[in-house]
């Protein structure tokens, strides 16, 4: 562990890296195997910084499930037809919801159902007969994805670096930073078929990007090369953009594929109450600067408190220096305003055995832009291996 100068969001665990400078992140993989991912942690950067995080099983150990074929990750992503730094200040400065995205992209490339991309879809090549695995990544920004290929079955086999019990499914439902690794047998006729991915956005009245990205799973049998080459892709049939019953059949399926172990010890209770919602201007506020519903502002926040970044030192780096003014501890335990909680509720247990200030947040980056966050601030521990290392020689400074 003792990775808390390697966890990178800006003004928490170091300052920005510098246009033209670098900073090498240090840091030990423990428990974990499948797929993850990195990406940019600065205001909207993450909207094309970002790539695949592949941890292989040691050398001399397998998979839990028949080795695949090949593998190929395939990262879904969001693109603006403008600078996502742009849009993201635009909607801080007006205080309503930014645009939505203009498309969506399959490892980069939005697909041929785009007309500024026709000639350039990815392709990912198959044999007849063969199993390979997809490593499938929502790097989206703000976006749930829906994800299928036409007439093949997925059989889900591990998400977020971690193994599952084995599930087969048509069609993948991932949330902005999640990611899904499945196995795919090559068993139709050999063809071009769609592998698409399109939004779940179930909220009534809130604007989306409705659009769909494309890649193309290819058979490159010899029936195929000659027939197919010339005829439109397969495309398969995608849930409706408000199916929550096909959402919700998804993610209720996932199991631990044997006993999994919970603390039972607890130290310290949390009651969190996540919140979005709007901010009525203050008087004499500039209606150019109101532009949310009814003349008010966007806004979020856990235990009704809305986060604010420091912008002169890291939280990491106050803490660890002990530098005043940065933040304070007093966040809420419990929700200061009581009212009726009934409604979707997640119970966590972890363990605090990583030294450091670990940032919480939602992965809809819209919603950390509102305020939607807080900051955990682990202590040291006992002994060398508890205790939070000094910064690296290279980490930026402000």
Known sequence: MRTGWADGPEFVTQCPIRPGKSYTYRFTIQGQEGTLWWHAHSSWLRATVYGALIIRPREGDSYPFPKPKRETPLLLGEWWDANPIDVVRQATRTGAAPNVSDAYTINGQPGDLYNCSSKDTIIVPVDSGETNLLRVVNSGLNQQLFFKVANHKLTVVGADASY??????????????????????????????????????????????????????????????????????????????????????????????????????????????????????????????????????????????????????????????????????????????????????????FVADNPGVWLMHCHLDVHITWGLAMAFVVGNGVGEMQTLEPPPADLPVC
């Open 164 to 349: 599952v019990k084995p599930f087969t499914t048509s069609v993948l439902m991932l949330g902005p930073g999640q990611t899904t690794d499945v196995l795919i047998t090559a068993d139709q006729p050999p063809a071009k078929y769609y592998i698409a991915a399109r939004a779940y956005a179930s909220a009534q009245g809130a604007p989306f990007d409705n659009t769909t990205t494309t890649a193309i799973l290819e058979y490159k049998s010899a029936a195929c090369s000659a027939k197919c080459a010339k005829v439109k892709p397969i495309m398969p049939t995608m849930p409706a953009f408000n199916d929550t019953a096909t959402a919700t059949a998804f993610t209720t399926s996932f199991r631990s594929p044997g006993k999994t172990l919970v603390p039972t010890k607890i130290d310290h209770n949390l009651f969190f109450t996540v919140g979005l919602g709007l901010n009525n201007c203050p008087r004499g506020a500039r209606a150019r600067n109101c532009q949310g519903p009814n003349g008010t502002r966007f806004a979020a926040s856990m235990n009704n408190v809305s986060f604010v970044l420091p912008s002169n030192f890291s939280l990491l780096q106050a803490h660890q220096q002990g530098i005043p003014g940065v933040f304070t501890t007093d966040f809420p335990g419990n929700p200061p305003v009581k009212f009726d909680y009934t409604g979707n509720v997640s119970l966590i247990r």
